[in-house]
């Protein structure tokens, strides 16, 4: 018989797996309400078509959700995928804000609330990347 061996996963791990699992299932709620919202999109004055808003939506949840998976399985992959779609989504959020959120509340706000999320992806990564959590994951 041969024994499988079990990795354990760091608590850290696991909180930024949840992390990125919310994070996916907030981007499938907003792709949902864009398709299902679509009458009331349509009279706004948006910026972008729908199909951008449910695209973006489904895009991100998927690829949140291989990511979150990855790391609740410990895979290296997962990691990497996590460390790749954290600052490129800091970056697609800011472009969007400062494309598309021209009132001056949204434009005052922009540095601080950009801040913020800098912040996150920073410890995200700072988890995800660390030496000791690196060496745990399975290349597989």
Do not use: K
Not at 4 to 17: E, S
Not at 66 to 83: D, I, N, P, S
Not at 101 to 125: E, Q
């Amino acid at each position: 018989m041969n024994p499988v061996i079990r990795v354990q996963r760091p608590w850290r791990v696991t909180l930024v797996a949840w992390v990125v699992f919310l994070f996916a299932a907030t981007q499938a709620v907003s792709a949902w309400q864009a398709w299902t919202q679509q009458a009331l999109l349509a009279s706004l004055p948006l910026p972008v078509s729908l199909a951008f808003w449910v695209a973006s939506g489904v895009i991100w949840a998927a690829a949140a959700t291989a990511a979150a998976c990855g790391l609740w399985r410990m895979h290296r992959w997962g990691a990497l995928l996590t460390a790749i779609g954290a600052p490129l989504y800091l970056a697609a959020w800011v472009v969007e804000r400062w494309l598309w959120g021209r009132t001056p509340d949204s434009v005052m706000g922009l540095p601080f609330a950009t801040g913020v999320h800098a912040a996150g992806v920073i410890l995200i990564l700072a988890i995800v990347l660390a030496p000791g959590t690196l060496r745990r994951l399975t290349r597989s």
